[in-house]
């Protein structure tokens, strides 16, 4: 991230009546096309509320400069009178900009842009952390509703898969460390890394693959693991296990029974924190909105995500995140199930439902009488 540049900053968002944790600027050019940032007011000083009204007057617009992005970013997450909505929104645009630094195609790839991709992104991992504390997986899925979307499906996706494997880790160990949260919420953002090495057209591709592009975008998790490994030290940054987050990278396509993929990995050889991964991925993809794409209500995504336990997803990970929801119990409409080979990465104008018929074949349920569309009994 270049930092000499400034960032925009809402009037409602700066603190006020305390210490200010930032500095704040203007732009002093009278130029539309060039930008002159002098500082009005230091960091370290009280700024109360009366300067930011003068400051109003005076002033359309406040900035921050990037390299004081990260205590901007804490201010919010500290502050009681900043909306959640507000400040997730933030921390989502800063995750955005780093994902950028590696997913811009027009940027060269290389192993220092990643390392200080992966600390920015830990940066917001560990605000997502601290703002996501009182939320229930329900309430974050409400709250993702209310954030605004990016044109590239990867980010919005990255994002809210990171902050559900943030959550569904705390409702499987709610004594999880700090270090377990930061590492699931790193995987789940960066899980679809190797995404960078595959043309956007296939990846924003409104409706179904032909088989040779799936076969493209199957090749992400390798591609993914790949970028991690192009040092071949696996430099350690502070605090963090690279190869963790590797293997969440790479195995968060394998399914429980072995039939998933690069490598066909089973049950509890792929990493716990992949299989996190797993269902939030699934979740996500089938309960956000995508520009093309219907989204289900909650009940029904369970629903559907419950008859792919111990095939695509942990039975286990699976009832405890159903059990923390906000509904009680998973209950649907119509019986439906995913077609065995759904996968989160496809884009679908229409998800591969069928309607399951055979649930309680062999049950006899004695005399029942069915009732057709027009409300007349069958015999
Ligand atoms: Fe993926
Ligand atoms: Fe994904």
């Not at 930008?35 to 109360?48: A, C, H, M, S």
């Not at 499906?153 to 409702?171: F, G, P």
Request: charged content about 35%.
């Amino acid at each position: 991230m270049d930092k000499k540049s400034f960032f925009s900053v809402r009037y409602d968002l700066i603190t006020r009546d305390k210490v200010i944790p930032y500095d704040l600027y203007v732009n002093s050019s009278s130029l539309a096309n060039k930008q002159k940032f002098v500082r009005i007011y230091p960091r370290g000083d009280e700024l109360t509320r009366d300067d930011l009204e003068r400051f109003k007057k005076k002033y359309i617009q406040l900035y921050v400069s990037e390299d004081q992005r990260k205590l901007y970013m804490r201010s919010l997450v500290d502050s009681e009178t900043v909306e959640d909505v507000d400040t997730v929104s933030f921390i989502k645009d800063s995750a955005i900009q780093y994902l950028h630094n590696v997913f811009d195609p027009k940027k060269e790839f290389s192993t220092d842009l990643l390392y200080e991709t992966i600390e920015g992104c830990k940066d917001a991992v560990e605000n997502m952390i601290d703002v996501l504390d009182d939320y229930s997986i329900e309430g974050l899925r409400g709250l993702i509703g209310n954030l605004s979307s990016h044109d590239f499906y990867t980010y919005d996706h990255s994002i809210n898969v990171s902050m559900y494997c943030i959550k569904i880790l705390r409702v499987l160990k709610p004594n999880a460390t700090r270090s377990e949260l930061v590492h699931a919420g790193l995987g789940g953002l960066l899980h679809d890394l190797g995404k960078i090495k595959v043309p956007t057209e296939i990846l924003n591709k409104p409706d179904g693959l032909s088989d040779d592009e799936y076969n493209v975008i199957k090749t992400h998790p390798d591609l993914g693991i790949n970028l991690l490994k192009d040092d071949p030290e696996m430099k350690q940054l502070e605090d963090l296990d690279l190869r963790i987050i590797g293997r969440v990278v790479h195995e968060h396509h394998e399914n429980w029974d072995g039939k998933g993929y690069p490598n066909g990995l089973k049950g509890k050889e792929i990493h716990i924190f992949a299989r996190i991964c797993a269902i939030a991925d699934f979740f996500d993809a089938i309960t956000t909105k995508r520009s093309y794409a219907k989204v289900m209500p909650i009940s029904e995504a369970l629903g559907v995500m419950e008859k792919t336990v111990n095939k695509k997803i942990d039975e286990k990970i699976f009832k405890i995140f159903a059990a923390h929801i906000g509904y009680s119990k998973v209950k649907t409409t119509k019986e439906l199930k995913m077609a065995d080979d759904f996968d989160p990465c496809m884009p679908y104008s229409e998800f591969p439902l069928e309607e399951v018929k055979e649930m309680f074949e062999g049950e006899d349920f004695g005399k029942i009488r069915m009732i057709d569309d027009k409300g007349k009994r069958k015999k």
